[in-house]
C-alpha cells in the first residue's frame, strides 16, 4: 500500500502507464515537478494540482489523498491483471 501522497501518485501514474514528463505535461507543470511531488519533495503540491492529477489519471481526489487499500479508486483498465467482467475487483 502506498503510504504518501507522492507514493500514491506515483503509484496510479505507473498503472495508467504514463510518464512523469506527460502527466507534467497535461497539468501544465514539468515531469521534475511531478519527481519532486512523487518523492515528497513538494510537502503541499496545492489543490488545484492535486484534482488536475486526478482528473488526468481518472481517478478521485480520495483515491490520492487518503491512505487506502490498494487499487481503490482506480479504474478497472489501470488495475494489473484485471480482466473484462472483473466488476472492479483486484
Known amino acids: 500500500m502506498a503510504h504518501t501522497l ?9 498503472r495508467y502507464g504514463m510518464s512523469q514528463a506527460e502527466l507534467g505535461r497535461r497539468i ?3 515531469g521534475t515537478a511531478i519527481n519532486q511531488i512523487e518523492s515528497g519533495k513538494t510537502a ?3 489543490v488545484s494540482r492535486i484534482i488536475a492529477i486526478a ?15 490498494e487499487d481503490h479508486g482506480l479504474p478497472s ?6 480482466q473484462e467482467g ?5
Not at 59 to 67: H, Q, V
Not at 77 to 82: C, E, H, L
Open 55 to 69: 482528473k488526468v489519471l481518472g481517478i478521485s481526489t480520495d483515491a490520492l489523498l487518503l491512505p487506502q487499500e
Open 44 to 46: 503541499d503540491p496545492g
Open 6 to 14: 507522492g507514493e500514491r501518485i506515483r503509484h496510479a501514474r505507473t
Open 28 to 30: 501544465g507543470i514539468s
Open 77 to 82: 483498465a489501470v488495475r494489473k491483471g484485471s
Open 86 to 90: 472483473d466488476q472492479g475487483r483486484v
